[in-house]
Structures are given as structure tokens and as C-alpha cells.
């Protein structure tokens, strides 16, 4: 096991002073080292993974240092064009070091979305000629920072599962609102009509929806519980909500999934479609992978979905509050934000959907009326 102390003094004494990433839960350790020690501008948490590539090739332009960018290996696909379009040896040739949590190992047992990336992380980093190393061993570290100054590109750091030894984050992101998420989701929940389906996000949400449903013995074909693919829920729900127009879609979305791809709002706004439903939980943070900051409540996503085109925008954060604002929904006409302000506190023991992804899949188009 590896101290993260370790880790991140060897990093920095091989020139490297600038962090950049989307945080991971087997990375956990080390970002909340990092979140704790980096100095101020020196350690971004980016919207994105290809983001996090682009800063890091801007701190090499601007210093002539490699930066460190820090992701799940389900990010690798968000970094495929920047690396290869821009910091490979063909283009311009920019020295940086990954390091990439290996979710889905093969033979580690995992959740069924990091099974396929799992198998295929090494294939990934081989095809692109990124140079890796599986880290057990923190001399290791100095080679892979001087073989990316040495080569003038990438190269990557692999963490397996348990590779980092424990560090409990203290700048933890914390907010006063009045409730926690899992109150927030049976508020909404509760209000909903029969007709009406859900896309949620990437997460702990999810699994407090899923545990909801059993809770109430709902069954979860009204649910389409978007367990991988970060990001890209509202997409998915303007999808369904063209071609079902006769029945209200909702996007369950966070705040890290938001920004990730925001982009996403003015594509959505752009079909004004009448029966799509954006619920936002905002509680500042990552939550599900360690309560790493986003900067969810420095912007203003109500804002943000107003100038995109949304035909409505709500916001609430006590009890009363979001009993009104769903009430208002009754009568409004999508596309519509509502964001609900939340704290953070999952319950520790969170469960996960018992029911498989491609049982999600056909109970959903099941209850959309859909024939595979
Ligand atoms: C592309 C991608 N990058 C990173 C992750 C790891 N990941 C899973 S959930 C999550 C946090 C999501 O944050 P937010 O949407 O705010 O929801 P919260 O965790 O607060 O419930 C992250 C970073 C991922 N699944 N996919």
C-alpha cells in the first residue's frame, strides 16, 4: 500500500505542481490529499476529464511542466480526443501524467458499468501508445513523470483498487441547507403521476431512487437508472421525451453530472419540449466518490438554464419550498429547471439496484410501451 503523502511528495519532486481531474472513488485518498495540500490554483477538480486534459496541456504552455490529471477509467473516454488530437507526439506533443482508477479490474468484483471498461482500460491506454504502469510501488512514480518529459507526452499511472493507503479529507464541502437528497427525491417522488418516468443520474442518487421504489413497492420500470454514462442523463430523458410526448420525462440529474456536460441544456432548450423536467440536486459536491467540491453553488444553474431556453426555472431548498415549486410544475410547460438545494449525508448503508441494467432497460421500455 501506497501512503498518499507519498505519492504526492514523489510527484512533486519530480516537477509536478499542478493538479487537475475528475475525482474517483478508488482515487478517493489521494484527491482528498491533494484537495487538502495543493496550494490554491495549483488543483482543479475540471468539469470533465477532457477539460482536465486541456489545463494540463495550458500549464505545460504557460511553465514548460507536466501536470498530474487524476480520473476513473470511465473518464478515459471523456480524454480520448484532447490526448490524441492534442497532447500526442503527432500534434503537439505535450508531456503530462495520468493516473487513472481501474474500476472494473478483471477479477475484482464490480458494478456491472465498470465491468466492460474495466477489461479494456489497458487496451485503451495501449491503443493510444500511452506509456503505463500498474502502481505498487512509489519509485515508480518519478519514471512515468520523467519518461512524459523524456518523450514530450502522456504518459499513465494505473490504481488498482486499495492501492493508496486511508486519508480522511478535512476541507470536507459542506452546505447548511435544511435537507438531505434522499428527503428531497421522496418529496418529488411522491408527486409524481403514474404516467410519468424518471432518468437518473450516475450515483448515490440512483441508488436512493431504487431504494425508494422498493420501499414504496413501486417496481422500477419507471425508472431509468443511468448507472455509467455520466453526464448524459438529460440527454437521454430529451430522447424519450420527443417521442413520448403524452407522458412527463424527468431528468434526476447532480450537480457534478450537470456540468460535466452542460452543454447539454441548450441542445434540450432548443426542442422546447413541453413534458421534459429537470429536477437538479444541487449539493455542491461529489458525493458518491468522496465529497470532493464542484462548483455547484458558485454558478447559477437556474441561470444557466434560463439562457439556454429553458421555458421555466425553479429553485428550493427547505421543505415548503419544493412542496410549491412541484406543485407549480403541475401547470407549467417544460422544458422546465427546478433545482433543489441539498446537503450532504447519504446514509452509509446505501444500497445498490439489485435488478441488472438490461432488466432496468426492458421493465423501462415496458412501461413506455416500447417492444425491443
Ligand atoms: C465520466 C465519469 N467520470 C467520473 C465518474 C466517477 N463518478 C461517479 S459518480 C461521480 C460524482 C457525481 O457527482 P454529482 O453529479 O454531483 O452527484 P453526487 O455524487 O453528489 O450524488 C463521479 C465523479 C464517472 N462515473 N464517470
Known amino acids: 500500500m501506497i501512503e498518499v503523502k507519498d505519492a504526492y511528495e514523489a510527484l512533486t519532486n519530480s516537477g509536478i505542481d499542478m493538479f487537475t481531474g475528475v475525482p474517483d472513488s478508488l482515487l478517493k485518498n489521494f484527491c482528498a490529499y491533494v484537495t487538502d495540500t495543493?496550494?490554491?490554483?495549483?488543483?482543479?477538480?475540471?468539469?470533465?476529464?477532457?477539460?482536465?486534459?486541456?489545463?494540463?496541456?495550458?500549464?505545460?504552455?504557460?511553465?514548460?511542466?507536466?501536470?498530474?490529471?487524476?480520473?476513473?477509467?470511465?473518464?478515459?473516454?471523456?480524454?480520448?480526443?484532447?490526448?490524441?488530437?492534442?497532447?500526442?507526439?503527432?500534434?503537439?506533443?505535450?508531456?503530462?501524467v495520468l493516473m487513472v482508477g481501474w474500476r472494473g479490474e478483471p477479477g475484482v468484483h464490480d458494478e456491472p458499468q465498470h465491468v466492460k471498461q474495466g477489461e479494456v482500460t489497458q487496451a485503451l491506454l495501449e491503443a493510444m501508445q500511452i506509456p503505463y504502469v500498474i502502481l505498487d510501488d512509489v519509485a515508480q512514480i518519478s519514471g512515468q513523470v520523467a519518461l512524459a518529459v523524456r518523450r514530450k507526452a502522456p504518459t499513465a499511472l494505473l490504481i488498482r483498487k486499495g492501492?493508496?493507503?486511508k486519508y480522511?479529507?478535512?476541507?470536507?464541502?459542506?452546505?447548511?441547507?435544511?435537507?438531505?437528497?434522499?428527503?428531497?427525491?421522496?418529496?418529488?417522488?411522491?408527486?409524481?403521476?403514474?404516467?410519468?418516468?424518471?432518468?437518473?443520474?450516475?450515483?448515490?442518487?440512483?441508488r436512493e431512487l431504487f431504494e425508494y421504489r422498493e420501499a414504496k413497492q413501486q417496481g422500477h420500470g419507471h425508472d431509468f437508472l443511468t448507472v455509467g454514462s455520466m453526464g448524459h442523463s438529460s440527454s437521454i430523458a430529451l430522447g424519450i421525451a420527443l417521442e413520448q410526448p403524452n407522458r412527463r420525462v424527468f431528468c434526476f440529474d447532480g450537480d457534478g453530472a450537470f456540468i460535466?456536460?452542460?452543454?447539454?441544456?441548450?441542445?434540450?432548450?432548443?426542442?422546447?419540449?413541453?413534458?421534459f423536467f429537470h429536477i437538479l440536486f444541487n449539493n455542491g459536491a461529489h458525493e458518491s466518490v468522496g465529497g470532493q467540491p464542484t462548483i455547484g453553488f458558485a454558478i447559477s444553474a437556474t441561470e444557466i438554464a434560463k439562457a439556454s431556453g429553458y421555458r421555466a426555472v425553479l429553485t428550493a431548498a427547505t421543505a415548503d419550498e419544493m412542496t410549491t415549486a412541484l406543485k407549480a410544475l403541475e401547470t407549467l410547460k417544460g422544458p422546465v429547471l427546478l433545482e433543489l438545494r441539498v446537503s450532504i449525508c447519504s446514509r452509509d448503508d446505501l444500497g445498490r439496484p439489485t435488478t441488472t441494467p438490461i432488466g432496468n432497460k426492458q421493465a423501462f421500455m415496458n412501461e413506455l410501451g416500447v417492444a425491443e
Do not use: W
Open 163 to 165: 492501492t493508496f493507503g
Open 38 to 96: 495543493a496550494p490554491r490554483h495549483k488543483h482543479i477538480i475540471a468539469a470533465n476529464e477532457g477539460n482536465a486534459v486541456g489545463i494540463a496541456a495550458g500549464h505545460y504552455l504557460a511553465t514548460g511542466k507536466p501536470a498530474l490529471v487524476y480520473m476513473q477509467n470511465s473518464g478515459l473516454g471523456n480524454t480520448v480526443n484532447p490526448l490524441l488530437s492534442l497532447a500526442d507526439e503527432k500534434v503537439y506533443s505535450i508531456p503530462m
Open 260 to 275: 460535466m456536460h452542460t452543454g447539454a441544456l441548450g441542445i434540450v432548450a432548443s426542442e422546447q419540449p413541453a413534458n
Open 168 to 206: 480522511q479529507l478535512r476541507n470536507t464541502s459542506k452546505n447548511d441547507c435544511p435537507l438531505c437528497r434522499e428527503e428531497a427525491l421522496k418529496l418529488v417522488v411522491d408527486q409524481l403521476r403514474n404516467s410519468d418516468v424518471i432518468v437518473s443520474t450516475t450515483g448515490k442518487l440512483s
